[in-house]
């Protein structure tokens, strides 16, 4: 019933804000104008685990955690295969929301990372986002090809309708970009992502 779906709504709005963070601001003022402070996946990772009534996701989580996968790494890939290969993975994985990435191409160490933490560990993130999202309800597009950057660096701009794997799944909509950082050994070592939404625009934007 509506009682259901308040306490769906508000569990998102709870993991979204994080308990740390409510009723602090989540925009940045310049000048007289309020702009967006960024948000990243990880904050739903990491805020999720605070609250009870995601107790059904964690398990999810640390029953992936313990089944490590060995992957044969593709060491000495060029970086421009490396882009194709993670365009590849945009485009008919939806690796944002399903967390299929081609997994030979990164460290095993790899260290995911926003602005407020740091997650280090392949399998950690993995087992994280497939358990946060419902990928059948969810979409990924890039809005422009994968770029390189530098000598080391690739970038992916993205929009993505995220359906969260919890009652009713809530859906919301938003876009950001995702930096890639290739170490010494041709694969993936940083990977960075930021959103261009704010929380409470987010939370605006959820649909049941």
């Known amino acids: 019933g509506d009682t259901g779906k308040d306490m769906t709504m508000a569990v998102v709005a709870a993991v979204m804000m994080g308990l740390g963070a409510v009723g602090e601001p989540c925009m940045r003022k310049v000048g007289t104008y309020a702009t ?3 948000v990243s996946r990880n904050d739903f990772i990491r805020n999720a685990a605070i609250l009870p009534l995601t107790s059904t996701i964690l398990s999810r989580i640390n029953i992936a955690k313990a089944n490590t996968i060995n992957v044969n790494k593709r ?9 194709d290969i993670v365009e590849s993975d945009f485009i008919e994985r ?7 990435f081609t997994e030979s191409i990164y460290n095993d160490n ?3 990372t926003d602005p ?3 997650t280090k560990g392949l399998r950690k993130f993995v087992s994280g ?3 946060l999202f419902y990928a059948p309800k969810s979409e990924l597009e890039l809005l422009e090809p994968v770029k390189i950057v530098g000598n080391d660096k690739i970038v992916a701009k993205w929009r993505e309708v995220a359906c969260f794997n919890i009652p009713f799944r809530p859906r919301t909509f938003f876009s ?4 890639l950082t290739v170490g010494e050994d041709n694969l993936i070592e940083n990977y960075f992502e930021q959103w261009d939404i704010s929380i409470g625009d987010i939370l605006r934007s959820a649909k049941i």
């Open 36 to 38: 967006p402070r960024l």
């Open 75 to 83: 060491r000495g890939l060029s970086i421009e295969e490396i882009r």
């Open 94 to 100: 939806k690796c944002l929301v399903t967390a299929d």
């Open 110 to 112: 790899c260290v995911f």
């Open 116 to 118: 407020q933490m740091t």
């Open 129 to 131: 986002t497939k358990a």
């Open 176 to 179: 950001g970009n995702l930096t």
